[in-house]
């Protein structure tokens, strides 16, 4: 699966009051589209991928997983 990263995306994960909270730019919402669709793509040999702070969000998000389920 292929990420195309818009630049200067900014997104960041909270947890709240046991609610998610996505935050993104304009940037960071047209980058996770172009993940969800590499995910929904039926050739895609991963089923699943992960976000954190170390890997694509914000300093100090939550880890996020992304799944599809078949």
């Known amino acids: 699966m ?4 818009i630049d200067n ?3 960041s994960v909270k947890i709240q009051n046991e609610s998610v909270i996505l935050s993104a ?3 960071g919402l047209l980058s996770l589209a172009n993940h969800l669709t ?9 089923g699943h991928f992960h976000l954190d702070e170390y890997n694509s ?3 100090h998000s939550a ?4 799944e ?3």
């Open 25 to 27: 730019n304009k940037e």
């Open 2 to 5: 292929e990420f195309k990263w």
């Open 57 to 59: 969000l914000e300093e």
């Open 38 to 46: 590499a995910l929904a793509n039926d050739e895609s040999p991963r």
């Open 9 to 11: 995306y900014e997104i």
């Open 68 to 70: 599809r389920t078949e």
């Open 63 to 66: 880890e996020l997983i992304i």
